[in-house]
């Protein structure tokens, strides 16, 4: 950003030079006050001068028309100690006083001799006039040279002037100092000595662009004496000096605003490089609720061009109209409270829903206003399911205790129970010792089935089951399974029913199917009155297997089929001989099902038996 000029200070200038011109004009300057020679033996050297000084005795202004017996321009003793320059003294001299007189502009000190002896007065007499030597036309003349020469050192920029060749008319000192020049080593120099035009005009192309554009401003590079280039802002005009026309620039030093810039810049890089390679969603807002940045994350999430968001809203957008609510209404409390605010919400997007974490930054200007709104939506979809994930692992774990607290408890009692009578009664009967075999025998077979679903569960639930995939036969798979539990089978005398003319081939984990088939024949087994049926049938279809198992027996009501397959629901009954189960081997068959991409159900009407049904893929 370029710094703004104000142009005053040489309207002034230009104003103070035709002034200055018309005055010399008028004015034939060609011979100086002479002054009394009756001072000191070498007064005569100083006998065409005179010169201001102000209240602490500093050279102001001295003629340029002074006979100099010092050899130096008048320029050079501008601002040192007059008792310095012409007595060599540290101090002013004994007997000096100043008197000021008002010419209604500025206020004018004159050395006004001394009337002690001359044993004892220090000054020269004739070194500054005495104010009476000086006629009423020589200080306008010379109150105008004074103001533009304080002018042009005391601004602030660094001044120059050069005619049309490019030669140095006048400069001030900070313009030495800048380029690390001496006063004299600098009035040699030109334009072409100091100025770099690399990456500006050159001083032809300059002239023609000021002669056109009555002034202008411009950046350039200065040359120092070291050969350094110097950045700097130019504010040029052309002015009138002696009926021609000269160039007034004034330069300001900007090396430092140039790192500063550089130092931004390569900031705003930086920060553009991680905010466009972000995952994260960033944007801002107006206070129109108007999308003002946009980084190229919403290309990927999103499937959006980041251009399309600019300038329109979230309904312009075609964003459901809840959510759109939403946002603004969480906008305007962050625009209106001055604090940040985060927010979760869910969208649809490439096919997905994605769970978003919200941040809203209000961004302060200089003036403590919120003209924009800074917000960042990260994707948590991964953490909202490893959440929701622990949160079933904890429910989990506590129906595990639950189940281990309450149903192991069961059979295991029966045994402790039985077990003490057998110790403390010594006459029992034959009958009633194999009464009480067959209890215990019950009691731990339900407790060791019990115990097996638990760690199969508990296997699964840590995930040290691995799903190991494979080609098996079902058919062989489902008639060993019958022959495991063909004692209960023959216990209940139940008809099994399963025919199959050919081998069936699945590609599924045989481990989990084998523990699937075992659970559900023996929950029909369970459920199946004496002389019940069980059917159990295998039907092809395009890339799966459906293998059906029904029996004739209790049945299970509508409201309870909801509960089978739901850990949070467990639902249990006693078979038809008063069997006890924990419904944990229906969820153990769903997790190993789901781990083959298969699905199971159950169709049943109470009293009317049920038919449990899974499906493997063949491939």
Known sequence: MKLETHLKDEDKIRLLEEEIFQLKQKLEISKVVSLNQNNTSDSKNFTDLFGVIDSDYNVLSINDHWNNPLNKSPEKFHGQKCYSIFCGLNEPCKGCTTSAIDTTKLVWYFIQPSQLNGRERNCRSSVINPISSIEPFELTLKESDLFYEQLFESTGDSLLIIDCKGRILKFTKKLCEMLSYTMDEFSNLTIFDIDDPTNSLTFDERVVQLEREKGAIFETDLISKSGKLIPVECSSSPIRYHNKTVYFLACRD???????????????????????????????????????????????????????????????????????????????????????????????????????????????????????????????????????????????????????????????????????????????????????????????????????????????????????????????????????????????????????????????????????????????????????????????????????????????????QTKLFDLDNQYSSVGTAMETGTGLGLILCKEFIDTNNGNIWVESEEGAGSCFSFTVPKK
């Open 254 to 560: 900007i090396e430092k605003r140039k790192i500063a810039q550089k130092e931004l810049l390569e900031s705003e890089i930086r920060f553009r490089s991680l905010v466009e390679n972000a995952t994260d969603l960033v944007m801002r807002f107006d206070r129109d609720h108007r999308h003002v940045f946009v980084n190229s994350a919403f290309l990927q999430v999103l499937g959006i061009p980041p251009e399309e968001f600019i300038g329109k809203t979230h309904h312009e957008m075609g964003f459901p109209d809840d959510l759109c609510e939403l946002w603004e209404d969480e906008m305007d409390k962050v625009f209106e409270s001055g604090i940040a605010d985060v927010i979760d919400f869910s969208i649809e997007a490439k096919g997905r829903e994605i769970n978003f974490e919200w941040q809203l930054i209000p961004e302060f200007d200089t003036e403590d206003e919120i003209p924009f709104l800074l917000a960042v939506a990260r994707d948590v979809s991964k953490r909202t399911m490893s959440e929701k994930a622990l949160e079933e692992a904890l429910k989990t774990k506590d129906k595990f205790f639950s189940i281990i607290a309450h149903d192991l408890r069961n059979p295991f009692g029966s045994l402790r129970t039985l077990s003490e009578y057998l110790q403390n009664n010594e006459d029992l009967t034959k009958e009633e010792i194999k009464e009480f075999a067959e209890i215990i025998h019950t009691s731990a077979c339900q407790g060791y089935d019990l115990l097996e679903n638990l760690l199969e569960w508990s296997r699964s639930q840590r995930g040290n089951i691995n799903w190991q995939p494979q080609e098996f036969d079902l058919v062989g798979t489902i008639e060993s399974n019958i022959r495991l539990i063909q004692a209960n089978i023959h216990k209940k005398q139940i008809n099994i029913n399963f025919k199959a003319e050919k081998t069936h081939y699945v590609f599924a984990d045989k481990y989990m199917i084998d523990t699937i088939i075992r659970n559900l024949l023996a929950n029909a087994v369970k459920f199946t009155y004496m002389n019940g049926n069980i059917d159990i049938t295998i039907r092809e279809q395009a890339e799966l297997y459906c293998v059906s198992i029904k029996d004739d027996g209790k049945g299970i009501s509508k409201d309870n």
